[in-house]
């Protein structure tokens, strides 16, 4: 059987080639038992072997020879909040950050703002990283969403697995991208909540379920 662990790797190496992240910043979780698994504070992916991949507990306490990203309290909470989450992935790509640092949530320019399970993808505020402050601010924003910003930092995806996390980053980063350069050439068209709530109900049975 495959080791959780080194998919979770695999997913943290994958976000520098996806555009989402460079160096060391950004982390990714995967729920695990009753605990998670998170890649470490300070490491580079390349680097990682199943060995550095501390096991979170949801009291905060941590097994391993590394120490968590700093960043575990929202994860911890998200999955102690929401039993559909089964990996979590934040990431300071460069349209998401432009964004979070306007503090502006992202309107429904696009119909596929409802992949994040509404008609906007907020900005949750601003509060230092790693603080339950942020966490809280986060779960907050994330309410009824797959997704949130978070106001001067980046961005926070909540998917049911490894594969589902990325793809929600990748696909909200390029929703930034989009409405960043459209706002270059004047206010965006917005979709009516009428139409916002047929998109909705569309992607309830969108996909392969």
């Known amino acids: 059987m495959a080791d959780v662990r080194d998919a979770l790797i695999?997913?943290?190496?994958?976000?520098?080639?996806?555009?989402?992240n460079k160096g060391t910043s950004g982390n990714v979780s995967?729920?695990?038992g009753d605990g998670f698994y998170i890649t470490p504070t300070g490491m580079p992916y390349d680097?990682?072997?199943?060995?550095?991949?501390?096991l979170m507990a949801l009291d905060g306490s941590h097994v391993g020879a590394r120490k968590p990203s700093s960043e575990w309290r929202f994860h911890r909470d998200?999955?102690?909040?929401?039993?559909?989450v089964g990996a979590v992935l934040h990431a300071h790509s460069p349209f998401a950050v432009s964004l979070a640092c306007l503090r502006r949530d992202i309107p429904p320019f696009h119909y596929m703002i409802a992949r994040f399970g509404g008609d906007t993808v907020r900005c949750a505020d601003y509060a230092l990283?790693?603080?339950q402050a942020l966490s809280d601010a986060a779960?907050?924003?994330m309410r009824?969403?797959?997704?949130c910003l978070l106001a001067n930092h980046g961005l926070l995806v909540a998917g049911r697995d490894l594969d589902e996390a990325l793809a929600l980053a990748i696909e909200l980063e390029e929703l930034c991208e989009q409405y960043w350069r459209a706002c270059q050439l004047g206010a965006p068209v917005l979709?009516?909540?009428d139409e916002m709530t047929e998109v909705i109900a569309k992607f309830a049975g969108y996909g392969q379920q």
């Open 10 to 20: 695999a997913t943290a190496r994958a976000l520098q080639p996806a555009g989402l």
């Open 30 to 32: 995967v729920r695990h």
């Open 47 to 54: 680097r990682l072997v199943a060995d550095d991949i501390p």
């Open 78 to 84: 998200l999955y102690a909040a929401r039993p559909e």
């Open 129 to 131: 990283f790693g603080s």
């Open 139 to 141: 779960l907050l924003a």
């Open 144 to 147: 009824e969403r797959k997704a």
């Open 191 to 193: 979709l009516s909540d």
